[in-house]
């Protein structure tokens, strides 16, 4: 077979070796864009799905604060009541007395787009108002066939959770295919219901969501779907009434995957296929207010319309690419096959060539032992460099013509590239023999025959010039600081290794420049001018200056510059030297910042409010215009701390402050005085009551729940405002008085604002005169005891309790007797709760082991337990102390702790509780039903006895609301295997009642007042 010549296998050989990288390199290039496109294209659907999302649950959100609102309305409860009457007594609403005067208001009430009608319902299930005059209008949502229907279901709700709820969309109305939903409010008359407000929300208010195409091209759409048996019911829009919803259904099985998977309450994106049958970018939502999915979607031919495109764009660039690389390959192979016959030609130019070159050429052919090498030719260069001639150096050995090679180790690289066959150069070598003395450079290669070709070049001059920059040359190379040389004219010539590690220039970069391109612009002009007066006078400067670099960063920089003069004693050159000081100076800074901020929270600390906040005033009182200091503390911060550690606590703040600074304008102030108390100064204010709706802001941010570490934290803040100049002219005085307004708040309820007033001035005055009292009450012992007995149901008054309760007392001996209700909570927020429940827990014990020792004492005491001696590690070491110490055996002593401290920790509370109940003591929950009523962390506590609030006990004879908790509460109790005792009892009716449903024991002023210990003993024993 003929082989192809050489110009066939040169161009088949460039095609292989050319257009096999690029065939893949393309494929790769398509497949990427692919990815990244598909990638984008889900990515778009996904925001927009998100948006509509966000769109569709804000408006059940809005409808639902809607009618929480228009439902605390005062007289909407008055319209219920005479349109409820009017329907009692048959009368037509329009024309009835009582109700038409409310018709005006009603009718604007829902006069509103969202809204299709407004209806009132009493509490029976009648609605006695429709503000279209529906078929409603008259019904008893209770009787067949309203009683199944969405709004009934939805009254039912509200009346019986008393809560705001909005109803599934379903069919209502005569037109086909109408949805509506309801959103229904109770409304409220004294705490109890007296019916509810519906407002009807059709499904069309929706439709413009799903109608929006934005960021989904022509063929983009939005379906909506709900499950109905074993079918799933498509909702649309379509051209021309974008608003009015389109229904399809389609089996279960037949419905499109996205869709299954949003009815399953999944959320996701892909490309598949929809009802149609045509592949789509989708993505799926389950909207959990509707109970409904949402699939949004673009058709694919759309999406990836570039792909195709790029696909396009890329084969006609590889098929223009193979027609160019044949035709080049067809070129190379004739040049290639012309230059064999060029090379004889060359080979003359080299001879010329070699005689010709100013280095020296030597031509050496190794003997037959590889020992020694034999001349075979030298050029002119190394007949001058050698000083030998050329016809006596033929034909001899290497060393015998140049003794010098042995000790230059030239003649050692000639036998290691003999035998290794690699190329080796010797640099700097000293050559000495009696015709020469002189440093060379060598380079000694093997041919292919096997000779060696040595190329050597003097450089003996070069090598006494280099020697003697070398020094300077090293220093300067070496220096740690930046060193930048410039010519007479202030050119940039020479710069170091240092100065490109600053600058970030390299010298082909700025050679030939001035160095004003490293001029950031920050350093003054009269720094400029002091450093050129310096280097006419003295010839140097050094100073501190502001320099950018390459990347554009600006950086300070210590400088050093001298003029260098030729021996005339002009200017030849100037040398700057450079340091660069950002840390130093970065340093300084943060030292400053230090000074000036909080540390934790980057705001400003207390030292540079007081600085600002005076600042303000005097710009306020010289602009006649006004400021709000706001002082704010967060509320149940401590537990937060306390609980999950000072980390997060530490977490906690720094999010809070960013949410501070989010809420006001860049002129306003915020700061951080400590802990958890943060003030926030908001200048120029034109009218005081502006400083209110950035509070109520404050106020629903701060309150907005805080994801730290995987944990969901709740906190709110209590805010105390005061305004320059009303409640202050000084600085002082307004962080003064926004303190005081403060703690108002946190009196009121906390989570709140409250402005300064006098009173409250006052009332802070009288605080703090009540917390000084107090610690000296706890160092004097001021406190005494009083016992409130406790009853079994059915006993006797008269007789002796089987138990008594240990209440505190404070005997001020100026005021007299002050109620535990002034003196606890502050003894609970200063800390002081804890000396005194130690000292009540002593005095009771020691109380009960005296009247054991006179045998009088009933069969229990009981003591109640603050929050703080809870948290006590030492608790349970403490009880155990004091049972020792008076002597007091199992069941004698009863420790009761409130509902909603037991709950604020359940884990540690259960701990904590089971070691005292190993003690034997019995626990009782005080207070139960008014806080977490927390049903699977009641049967786990170790408790004995639960003790109902008098809240309830109360109004037990008037509210049915109160009788059934107090029964139900009963009921559980026993089911439980707990007694129970009831506080509060001070009617014979009351009485009766909790016996009549079996409740164990009594307490109350019916039974017997709080009396002190003397008064109990002397008593007893006149019974005994």
Not at 816 to 835: M, W
Request: hydrophobic residues 45%; negative net charge.
């Amino acid at each position: 077979m003929r082989q192809p010549n050489l110009q066939t296998r040169l161009t088949i050989g460039f095609l292989i070796v050319a257009l096999v990288p690029l065939a893949g390199l393309a494929w790769v290039y398509l497949q990427s864009f692919e990815r990244a496109l598909t990638a984008a294209v889900l990515q778009n659907v996904s925001s927009v799905a998100d948006k509509k999302a966000d769109q569709i649950n804000s408006f059940i959100n809005e409808r639902l604060a809607d009618v929480r609102s228009k439902a605390r309305q005062l007289w909407l409860g008055d319209a219920l009541r005479a349109h409820a009457r009017a329907h009692r007594q048959d009368e037509n609403p329009a024309t009835a007395p009582g109700a038409v005067r409310y018709r005006a208001e009603l009718a604007a009430l829902g006069d509103r787009s969202e809204y299709h009608n407004l209806m009132l319902i009493d509490v029976d299930g009648n609605v006695v108002f429709s503000l279209h005059d529906g078929p409603e209008l008259g019904v008893n949502l209770f009787d067949a066939p309203y009683r199944n229907s969405g709004l009934a279901v939805g009254f039912r709700q509200v009346m019986t959770f008393l809560h705001v709820d909005l109803t599934r969309f379903t069919p209502h109305g005569t037109v086909p295919g109408d949805m509506a939903a309801f959103a229904i409010a109770p409304i409220l008359r004294n705490g109890r219901a007296i019916g509810a407000l519906a407002l009807q929300v059709n499904l069309s208010t929706l439709m413009h969501v799903v109608a929006d195409r934005s960021g989904l091209g022509q063929s983009g759409e939005t379906v909506l779907g709900f499950e109905e048996g074993e079918e799933i019911h498509y909702i649309v829009s379509q051209a021309p009434h974008y608003t009015t919803p389109v229904f399809m259904r389609a089996s279960e099985a037949g419905a499109s995957a996205p869709m299954r998977r949003a009815l399953a309450g999944k959320q996701g994106g892909g490309v598949a296929l929809d009802l149609r049958g045509v592949e789509v970018a989708a993505s799926w939502h389950f909207l959990p207010a509707l109970g409904w999915g949402m699939v949004v979607k673009t058709d694919t031919w759309e999406a990836f319309a570039p792909l195709h495109n790029r696909q396009r764009i890329t084969m006609l660039a590889f098929l223009g690419f193979l027609l160019l690389s044949s035709a080049a390959a067809l070129i190379v192979g004739r040049r290639f096959v012309r230059s064999e016959a060029i090379i004889a030609d060359q080979e003359a130019r080299y001879r010329a060539m070699f005689d010709n070159m100013n280095d020296g050429v030597a031509l050496y052919r190794p003997t037959a032992d590889g020992q020694e090498f034999q001349i075979l030719d030298v050029n002119p260069a190394a007949e001058r460099i050698v000083g030998q001639a050329r016809g006596e150096l033929l034909g001899k050995r290497s060393r015998d013509a140049f003794p010098g090679l042995q000790d230059a180790g030239i003649f050692d690289a000639f036998l290691r590239v003999s035998r290794s066959g690699r190329n080796e150069s010797v640099s700097l070598a000293t050559y000495h023999d009696t015709h020469a003395r002189l440093w060379v450079e060598n380079d000694v290669i093997r041919l292919p025959g096997g000779e060696i070709l040595s190329v050597f070049q003097d450089i003996t001059a070069r090598k006494q010039a280099e020697e003697a920059l070398l020094l300077y040359a090293r220093i300067f190379e070496h220096s740690g600081e930046a060193i930048m040389v410039t010519d007479h004219d202030n050119r940039i010539v020479a710069i170091n290794p240092a100065f490109t590690r600053q600058t970030g220039y390299r010298l082909e970069d700025i050679a030939g420049q001035d160095p004003r391109i490293l001029a950031s612009g920050r350093t003054p002009r009269e720094t400029y001018h002091a450093l050129w007066q310096a280097l006419g006078e003295s010839g140097y400067w050094q100073g501190e200056m502001w320099d950018q670099n390459r990347a554009g960063h600006i950086y300070p920089k210590w400088a050093a510059i001298s003029v260098i003069r030729d021996p005339d004693g002009q200017i030849s050159n100037y040398i700057a030297s450079f340091t660069d000081i950002s840390e130093r100076k970065a340093a300084e800074q943060r030292i400053e910042h230090l000074a000036h901020h909080d540390s934790l929270t980057g705001l400003f600390n207390r030292y540079n409010l007081e600085i600002r906040l005076a600042q303000s005033v005097l710009a306020a009182r010289r602009e006649h215009i006004r400021l709000a200091v706001m002082f704010i503390d967060l509320d149940r911060f401590k537990i937060i701390n306390d609980t999950l550690g000072h980390h997060t606590g530490d977490l906690l703040l720094v999010e809070v402050a960013a949410r501070l600074r989010q809420c006001v304008r860049e002129s306003d102030i915020v700061a951080r005085l400590g802990g958890d108390e943060f003030v926030v100064v908001l200048t120029r204010l034109l009218d005081a009551g502006d400083a209110s709706a950035v509070a109520a802001k404050i106020l629903e941010t701060l309150g907005t729940p805080y994801e730290i570490n995987g944990d969901r934290l709740h906190t709110s803040p209590s805010i105390g405002i005061s305004v320059y100049p009303e409640d202050g002219d000084d600085a002082g005085t307004l962080m003064r008085n926004a303190d005081a307004a403060m703690y108002h708040a946190k009196e009121q309820g906390r989570n709140n604002l409250q402005y300064f007033t006098s009173a409250l001035n006052a009332a802070a005055a009288e605080r703090l005169t009540l917390e000084r009292e107090l610690r000296i009450a706890v160092e004097e012992r001021q406190f005494e005891l009083h016992y409130q007995p406790q009853y079994a149901a059915g006993a006797d008054p008269r007789e002796r309790p089987c138990g008594v309760e240990a209440l505190v007392r404070w005997r001020h001996p100026q005021k007299g007797l002050v109620p535990p209700v002034r003196f606890i909570p502050v003894a609970e927020e200063t800390g002081l709760i804890g000396v005194i429940g130690d000292w009540v827990l002593d005095c009771a014990c020691r109380d009960f082991a005296a009247w054991k020792a006179a045998g009088i004492a009933p069969r229990r005491v009981a003591v109640n337990l603050s929050a703080h001696q809870l948290r006590n590690p030492a608790l349970v070491d403490n009880v155990g102390a004091v049972l020792a110490r008076h002597g007091l055996r199992q069941g004698e002593l009863e420790l009761e702790i409130t509902e909603s401290v037991a709950m604020s920790d359940p884990a540690g509370a259960i701990e904590k509780l089971q070691a005292l109940r190993a003690l034997g003591v019995d626990l009782a929950i005080d207070d139960f039903g008014t806080g977490y009523s927390s049903l699977v962390y009641l049967k786990r506590l170790p408790i004995q006895v639960l003790k109902l609030d008098r809240e309830f006990v109360r109004d037990i004879e008037s509210d049915a609301n109160d009788a059934a908790i107090s029964v139900a509460t009963l009921t559980l109790a026993h089911s439980l295997g707990l007694q129970v005792v009831a506080e509060g009892v001070e009617t014979e009716a009351q009485r009766d009642f909790l016996v009549s449903h079996g409740c164990d024991m009594l307490q109350g002023y019916l039974l017997g007042r709080p009396e002190p210990a003397a008064v109990l003993e002397q008593r007893w024993r006149a019974q005994d």
